[in-house]
């Protein structure tokens, strides 16, 4: 049975950080890897898919990156601002498995 | 505005009643899903359809649970006899299946909020 974990479960930078954050997996035979973010209350904003032959997806100030054969994936997030704020989720497919989320907080 | 949308938003009710939720994807998008969601934690995956065919259905799945997807379109999930345990968020998403690509992106919408007294 597929497990997703992420670590660490919450994280408080100043503004301008550069972070890291990360998601693991326990069977590699994935196909995708999703990243999303999350505000209070919300649903789920899609912010990169990895397909599981690609290496790594950016967009903007975001960079994922995915090891199947570790069966690891980070989001870096440069330069963080205060509306980076929200929780962070994985999910990997075909299982549509979900980790529980990096809450992070940006502080002025 | 062309993304995912839910209906109700919130819903409360009383512990044996029976509650819809509807949920209308993406136009082009052929493949729906929903998830509940609890608190502090992620998703979790109830079911999902391909056109208007439930291709799977997770155990959490119990038989006071019912999902359709009539013509392709719109998606309603029912929770008969509710209880207390079934309080949560209730989220819908859809993506495209294309050729080339197993699962494509999910794009979510904002969920119904289900509180069960």
């Known amino acids: 049975k597929q497990e997703v974990t992420q670590i660490p479960a919450a994280l408080s930078v100043p503004e301008g950080e550069n972070l890291v954050l990360n998601c693991s997996f326990t069977?590699?035979?994935?196909?995708?890897l999703q990243w999303f973010r999350q505000d209070p209350g919300k649903g789920l904003t899609s912010l990169l898919l990895i397909q599981s032959s690609q290496r790594e997806q950016t967009s903007g100030r975001l960079n994922a990156s995915l090891d199947k054969s570790s069966g690891r994936s980070t989001l870096y997030i440069a330069a963080s601002q205060p509306g980076d704020s929200a929780t962070y989720l994985c999910?990997?497919?075909?299982?549509?498995?979900f980790g529980a989320g990096t809450r992070l907080t940006v502080k002025p | 505005d062309t993304g995912v949308s839910q209906d109700p938003r919130h819903k409360i009710t009383k512990r044996g009643q029976n509650v819809t939720f509807r949920c209308d994807p993406i136009?082009?998008?052929?493949?729906l899903y929903w998830y509940r969601q609890t608190l502090g934690q992620g998703p979790e995956f109830l079911t999902y359809f391909q056109n208007e065919a439930q291709l799977e259905k997770s155990r959490l799945l119990s038989d006071r649970f019912s999902a359709e997807r009539p013509k392709g379109s719109f998606s309603t999930l029912e929770i008969q006899r509710t209880e207390q345990g079934d309080s949560a968020m209730y989220l819908c998403?859809?993506?495209?299946?294309?050729?080339?690509?197993?699962?494509?992106?999910?794009?979510f919408g904002p969920g119904t909020r289900l509180t069960v007294l």
């Open positions: 136009s082009e998008h052929n493949r």
């Open positions: 998403a859809s993506s495209s299946r294309s050729a080339g690509s197993s699962y494509n992106e999910q794009f």
């Open positions: 999910a990997v497919y075909p299982d549509m498995r």
């Open positions: 069977d590699s035979a994935i196909y995708n």
